[in-house]
T-cell receptor
Framework: GENVEQHPSTLSVQEGDSAVIKCTYS??????FPWYKQELGKGPQLIID?????GEKKDQRIAVTLNKTAKHFSLHITETQPEDSAVYFC????????????FGPGTRLSVLP | NAGVTQTPKFQVLKTGQSMTLQCAQD?????MSWYRQDPGMGLRLIHY???????DQGEVPNGYNVSRSTTEDFPLRLLSAAPSQTSVYFC?????????FGPGTRLTVL
C-alpha cells in the first residue's frame, strides 16, 4: 500500500521568512496530493492541493510543487506570519475521486515573531 | 450549513465498555470516513462509506464497526473499548476530492 513520509517533523522560522515542508510517497498510482493545516483543537482544513498532471500550483503565499519522477511533493509558505503556526499534513491518494487518503505524520510549524 | 458535526467532544471510557461516536454532515456528500489521530502518526483511516448502505474497511478497522443508513449520518461504534483506542477521532465527508473534517472527539480509555 501507499506510504507517505514527511519532513521535518518540527520547523521554526522567523516571521517573514519562508517555510518548506517535504513529502515523499511510494505508490506511483497516486495522483492527488492535498495539504492540510490543523490548528490546535480543530480538525484538519484543506489549504492547497495538486494533481499529478501539474508540476506546481500557487495560491497567494502558499505553493505546492510535485515531482512525479522522484515521487515527492513540497509545500512552500512565503512571508510567514504568526497565524501560519499549526500542524501541516500532506496526503496522497490514488482514487479517481481522491477519497482514500494516506497521510504523512505531520509537521509542527512555529512562526516566531 | 453546519458542515461536519461530531459528538461528543470528549469521552472517557473504562476498558470493555462500548460506545458510539456520532458524525453528521449537511452537505449531501456521498463519501464519509473515520480517522484516528495519534501523536507522530498523522491520520489513519478506520472505515469509510461511499454512500448509504455501503461501507468498507480502512487501514485500522479492528475493534470498530460502522453503518450508513442515511447520507447524513455515519456513526462509529467501539464494541469493547481498549486502552489502545485512546486517540482523537475525526469524521470527514467529501465530494470530488476535498475532505471536510469535523472538530474531533477526544477519547480516553482507562
Amino acid at each position: 500500500g501507499e506510504n507517505v513520509e514527511q519532513h521535518p517533523s518540527t520547523l521554526s522560522v522567523q516571521e517573514g521568512d519562508s517555510a518548506v515542508i517535504k513529502c515523499t510517497y511510494s505508490d506511483s498510482a497516486s495522483n492527488y496530493f492535498p495539504w492540510y493545516k490543523q490548528e490546535l483543537g480543530k480538525g484538519p482544513q484543506l489549504i492547497i492541493d495538486i494533481r499529478s498532471n501539474v508540476g506546481e500550483k500557487k495560491d497567494q503565499r502558499i505553493a505546492v510543487t510535485l515531482n512525479k519522477t522522484a515521487k515527492h511533493f513540497s509545500l512552500h509558505i512565503t512571508e510567514t506570519q504568526p497565524e501560519d503556526s499549526a500542524v501541516y499534513f500532506c496526503a496522497a491518494s490514488a482514487d479517481n475521486y481522491g477519497q482514500n487518503f494516506v497521510f504523512g505524520p505531520g509537521t509542527r510549524l512555529s512562526v516566531l515573531p | 450549513n453546519a458542515g461536519v458535526t461530531q459528538t461528543p467532544k470528549f469521552q472517557v471510557l473504562k476498558t470493555g465498555q462500548s460506545m458510539t461516536l456520532q458524525c453528521a454532515q449537511d452537505m449531501n456528500h456521498e463519501y464519509m470516513s473515520w480517522y484516528r489521530q495519534d501523536p507522530g502518526m498523522g491520520l489513519r483511516l478506520i472505515h469509510y462509506s461511499v454512500g448509504a448502505g455501503i461501507t468498507d474497511q480502512g487501514e485500522v478497522p479492528n475493534g470498530y464497526n460502522v453503518s450508513r443508513s442515511t447520507t447524513e449520518d455515519f456513526p462509529l461504534r467501539l464494541l469493547s473499548a481498549a486502552p489502545s483506542q485512546t486517540s482523537v477521532y475525526f469524521c470527514a465527508s467529501s465530494a470530488k476530492n476535498e475532505q471536510f473534517f469535523g472538530p474531533g472527539t477526544r477519547l480516553t480509555v482507562l
